[in-house]
């Protein structure tokens, strides 16, 4: 059975720092099948950070340069490191396992205050 587990979320002020974490299993874990996305009150579920076909980090233009997506394969975890916050970063934060289980986490609250 997939399961993707997210943690690290919490309350945070604006500028300060997170790490999420993604723990997987059930599957063949591959780092760049791996991304995170949010989802913000109101707005769609967007993607943060991901991986390119060819391997190269991706990154949303709003957090590129502050975010930090990586892993480790021989724990079947998926990073995400969050800093210089901002309020509008506050958001429910989900884990994603593309093809070919296109499986997601149940999300972790991230909150900014300004």
């Known amino acids: 059975q997939v399961q993707l587990v997210e943690s690290g979320g919490g309350l945070v002020q604006a500028g300060g720092s997170l790490r999420l974490t993604c723990s997987a299993s059930?599957?063949?874990?591959?780092?760049?099948?791996m991304a995170w996305y949010r989802q913000a009150p109101g707005k769609q579920r967007e993607l943060v950070a991901g991986?390119?076909?060819?391997?190269?980090?991706n990154y949303a233009d709003s957090v590129r340069g502050r975010f930090t997506i990586s892993g480790d394969n021989a724990k079947n975890t998926v990073y995400l490191q969050m800093n210089s916050l901002k309020p509008e970063d506050t958001a429910i934060y989900y884990c994603n396992v593309g093809w070919p289980y296109n499986k997601w986490g149940q999300g972790t609250q991230v909150t900014v205050s300004s």
């Open positions: 991986f390119t076909s060819g391997g190269r980090t």
């Open positions: 059930g599957i063949l874990f591959r780092i760049n099948a």
